[in-house]
């Protein structure tokens, strides 16, 4: 066999990649806990006869919403079987854009071989009902992606949908999740629709903050990747990658990424270069003239951060300062005091080259600053920055 085909099937650091995938659902969720309360208190009645729950569940790409609902229907439909028959669906309105497609969608879902053509949505909607009563069913129907249909027709298929049962025998047929982006739907939405929801109705997720984005990475790389090949670190300099956007996305993105690269290069671990390679080119691109413009003294600092950088995924504030002392020495410079070092640190925080966060110093020595570069390749950065300070020392 050809030597390069060696890599594949090697399985150096993936164990199983399906758990990378954006569409896979997790058996539990994460740092998800109060959402999921909330929502199971707005559908606290689900399980009564002749009810029915709305919600709409907004936030941002990557916040999680898909899973969450997918998440909280399975754990209904399982916990609750014995009290009502609930089933669910989930449709994407992206690709089911109008009131016949999601129809059908629906139907499908519940009779295979259901022959919709030539059928009204009106037609459609009494024989969804038909059904559903004959089986002693309760449906639940998750709109996600909502917007793409508002946008194509308007409230219409929301007002079939929640008229279900008007004037018939009998009710709480069906439930309904919509989820969509806020900024998106919000105006999208008709006022009669959001009172028919029932105003409160609506479950606000935010993007992950870096520890949601690391219990998040420490569950999928428990799923996809061997034990071996990564430690916490790795875990954190994903999660501060991420962090910018706080879209789990980038999450599942980065460990599949980070560890292709490490197989690729034959290794059974990932590194921190991994994640910056694929970091640096996703997220920041440093133009030259922004190292150029920074004070002689900053780039002598991001210098010796960046060398041990290299090598390490972390460095510790004190450790920086005197690898700074080191690189004053050899530009014949003398170093600035504890202070300005801090001024510096919390400047290229906020330029985003480097992340902070405070950790135990090991055997019980206090605390200190952690710093990390996620978002850019610390040899990147050295080339330009010995450039500009020879340049700038005379060297
Ligand atoms: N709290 C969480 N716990 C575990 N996995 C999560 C969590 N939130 C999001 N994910 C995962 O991150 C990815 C993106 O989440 P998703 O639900 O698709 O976000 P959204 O629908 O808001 O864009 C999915 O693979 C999802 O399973
Ligand atoms: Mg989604």
Not at 330 to 353: A, I, R, V
Request: with cysteine.
């Amino acid at each position: 066999m050809a030597g390069y085909l060696d890599r594949i099937g090697a399985g150096l650091v993936l164990k199983d990649v399906e758990p990378l995938s954006f569409d896979y659902i997790p058996a539990a969720l994460v740092g998800r806990d109060d959402k999921l309360v909330d929502l199971a208190t707005k559908f606290s009645t689900i399980t009564l006869p002749e009810t029915s729950c709305n919600v709409l569940i907004t936030g941002p790409v990557g916040s999680g919403k898909t899973a969450l609902a997918k998440v909280f229907a399975n754990d209904i439909e399982i916990n609750f079987s014995k009290k009502r028959n609930i089933s669910s669906v989930h449709i994407n309105c992206r690709n089911f854009n109008t009131t016949p497609q999601v129809l059908h969608k629906v139907i499908t879902k519940l009779d295979p071989g259901y022959p919709v053509r030539g059928l009204s949505s009106s037609e459609v909607l009494s024989s969804i009902r038909k059904i559903l009563r004959n089986l002693n069913k309760h449906f639940l129907i998750i709109l996600d992606e909502v917007n793409h249909v508002l946008m194509k027709e308007g409230n219409d298929i929301l007002y079939k949908l929640l008229r279900i049962d008007e004037d018939k025998q009998g009710k709480g047929t069906l439930s309904l999740i919509l989820i969509s982006q806020e900024e998106v739907v919000l105006n999208l939405l008709e006022g009669a629709v959001i009172s028919r929801l029932g105003v409160g109705n609506h479950i606000r997720l935010s993007g992950y903050s870096k520890d949601g984005l690391f219990q998040i990475a420490k569950q999928r790389a428990e799923l996809s990747l061997f034990n071996e090949s990564y430690d916490e670190k790795i875990l954190n300099l994903i999660a501060s990658s991420a962090a910018s956007k706080g879209d789990a996305r980038n999450v599942l993105h980065l460990i599949e990424g980070a560890a292709k690269n490490a197989e690729k290069d034959g290794r059974k671990n990932i590194i921190p270069e991994d994640i910056q390679t694929i970091s640096s080119k996703e997220v920041i691109a440093v133009e030259p003239h922004i190292i150029d413009s920074l004070r002689p003294h900053l780039q002598l600092f991001l210098l010796a951060i960046c060398r041990r950088l290299k090598k390490e995924s972390e460095i510790t504030s004190g450790d920086a300062e005197q690898l700074y002392k080191v690189v004053c020495e050899e530009y014949n410079q003398s170093p600035k005091g504890h202070t300005t070092l801090w001024k510096y640190m919390k400047d290229l925080e906020n330029k985003d080259f480097l992340s902070s966060k405070y950790a135990s110093m090991p055997h019980g020595r206090g605390r200190t600053q952690l710093l990390s570069m996620p978002n850019i390749l610390p040899s990147d950065l050295i080339n330009r920055l010995e450039l500009s300070l020879n340049r700038q020392f005379n060297i």
